[in-house]
Structure formats: structure tokens, C-alpha cells
């Protein structure tokens, strides 16, 4: 199970105290092999509504993105949401922390890479100035 976090600054009367939030809202990540069983056990438990799906049939996260969020999470690399992008180039970074990590290059004053959870249509982004970038 994998439940991406954002560490914010939350201000108090008194101090800023850190507090934890999910990256995507109501989003959890499991891996596991779906039989009928197992999906009905899923459904069944607490805070479970539903699972991603079109036209009934589960629709799986490539490994890829999930490996590529846990490891940007991970350095501790600024990130916010990001509007969901279907257009734009997909480029991958070249050297660095965040070497071989891909996404899709967007560019408003700075150069951004969206790292997109397709499957769920939600996105994060990160500046990536100075990175070396080249198309996939």
C-alpha cells in the first residue's frame, strides 16, 4: 500500500507546525493480483469505495509512475498539484536526483516536468531548471 504524502506548514495561533497531507485526495495505491474474490474483499473494506475502473474492468497503474512518485517524494523535491495534461512532450531527465524520471515538459516563465497518474487523472508538478531533459 502506498499513500503519497505533501509535508505543509500549517500556522497555528502560536507557531507553524508541519502537518502531513495526501497528495491525491482520496487515492490509495495497492498492488496485488485481482481475482473476484479478492475484489469483492477490497470493496468491502472501511473507506474503500471504489477502485479505478472503465467499463467495470480495474485499470492498472504502470509500476513505472508509482516508482517515479515514491522516488520524487522520497528527495524531498518541491512539488504541487498540477492540472492534468493529455497534450504536451514527454521528456525524460537526464543526471541528477531525479535521473530517468519522466513526465511532461510544460513551460510557463519556468520550466516545469508534470509528472502524470493517468489512470486517475491527477498530476504533479516540479521545476526542473537546470536538469538536463531529453524526448522520450
Same mark, same amino acid.
Given at each position: 500500500m502506498f499513500l503519497p504524502l505533501l509535508r505543509e506548514l500549517h500556522p497555528w495561533s502560536d507557531r507553524c507546525?508541519?502537518?502531513y497531507v495526501p497528495l491525491f485526495s482520496g487515492y490509495t495505491f495497492v498492488r496485488f493480483e485481482l481475482s473476484a474474490g479478492l475484489r469483492l474483499e /477490497?470493496?468491502?473494506t472501511g473507506g474503500v469505495i471504489g477502485l479505478i475502473s472503465?467499463?467495470?474492468v480495474a485499470i492498472p497503474i504502470p509500476a513505472k509512475q508509482i516508482d517515479d512518485l515514491q522516488r520524487l517524494l522520497s528527495q524531498k523535491v518541491p512539488c504541487s498539484l498540477h492540472a492534468f495534461l493529455k497534450v504536451g512532450q514527454r521528456v525524460r531527465v537526464r543526471g541528477g536526483c531525479l535521473d530517468g524520471m519522466?513526465?511532461? /515538459?510544460?513551460?510557463?516563465g519556468e520550466?516545469?516536468?508534470v509528472i502524470s497518474i493517468e489512470s486517475i487523472e491527477r498530476?504533479?508538478?516540479i521545476t526542473v531548471e537546470g536538469y538536463e531533459l531529453e524526448m522520450v
Open positions: 507546525q508541519p502537518v /477490497l470493496l468491502h472503465a467499463r467495470g519522466e513526465g511532461i /515538459l510544460e513551460q510557463r520550466k516545469n516536468l498530476a504533479v508538478a
